[in-house]
């Protein structure tokens, strides 16, 4: 696929340049590639969804490493790159504190599968874990790549995460939380297995607090946010420490 950013643009490839092997071409892995496919056990169709890592890429979309996402007769899956639903998803560094949301929305059919690979090719080599936000599930796809769910009308799209270390462990450090957030839209995510009680800042790029309010202990809470698109701050205190992750709002 081609993309274009005006209607002015042109491709020629030279007749000199058209060529045909009859060598067969073999595919190497590539290093630092997730790619994630939601099954349709029912209807037969599958959507692909790809995660690359690139020191040259940005958080934000890029023309050049990343591609928007295009639906079809498929169940809706797709990351986001600073709002915008994307097919591939290209990122500047691999660490484990990195989480990325997944959206997925069900076509007519109910059971579905999510199979993970090139998982074995990640470089550093971080465990790799999807939690299903519906039921607070969390799968390591290192070790049980295919995961199984079903789906039915109304569920919240906002389904998935995507992230390289476990959540609800027992230990827990000032430095190492297993609280996660990440932005959908004009919403704040914040997974909290250990259903923690806190209070939750949002503070803009110039250091200003434009929300406060407290984090109740629910395992998954939505808070909506009513602000023009930036970049903030969330700032979480709880007793076994402060968590603080910069998130873009669409």
């Known amino acids: ?65 990343d ?28 660490t484990e504190a990195l ?32 939690t299903d936000l ?13 995961y199984t769910f079903t789906s039915v009308e109304g569920d919240n799209p906002a389904r998935f995460l995507l992230h390289f270390k476990p959540v609800g462990i027992e230990e827990e450090s000032t430095n190492q939380s297993n609280i996660l957030v990440w932005a959908t839209n004009n919403v704040i995510n914040i997974l909290n297995p250990h259903r923690q009680p806190g209070t939750i800042r949002v503070i803009n790029m110039l250091g200003q607090e434009v929300m406060h309010t407290e984090m109740n202990g629910d395992n998954h809470e939505e808070i909506y946010i009513g602000l023009p698109s930036a970049y903030f701050i969330v700032s979480i205190v709880y007793k076994n420490g402060i968590v603080n992750r910069k998130v873009f709002i669409e």
Not at 5 to 29: C, F, G, M, V
Not at 102 to 121: L, P, R, V, W, Y
Not at 134 to 146: A, C, E, M, V
């Open 67 to 94: 591609s928007r996402f295009l639906s079809g007769y498929a169940p809706l899956f797709f990351s986001f790159a600073e709002g915008e639903p994307v097919s591939t998803n290209a990122l500047p560094e691999l």
């Open 99 to 130: 989480s990325i949301p997944f959206s997925f929305t069900k076509n007519s059919s109910s059971t579905f599968n999510i199979k993970a690979e090139g998982i074995d090719q990640l470089a550093p080599s971080y465990p790799v874990y999807l």
């Open 1 to 65: 696929m081609i993309n274009v950013t005006s209607a002015t643009n042109s491709i020629t490839i030279p007749l000199a340049d058209r060529s045909h092997e009859t060598q067969a071409w073999y595919k190497e892995d590539e290093v630092n590639k997730i790619k994630l496919t939601a099954y349709d056990t029912e209807g037969n169709t599958a959507q692909e969804s790809i995660i690359k890592f690139n020191e040259n890429a940005t958080t934000g979309f890029d023309n050049q490493y």
């Open 134 to 146: 519906k039921i607070n599930y969390t799968q390591n796809l290192s070790t049980g790549p295919t």
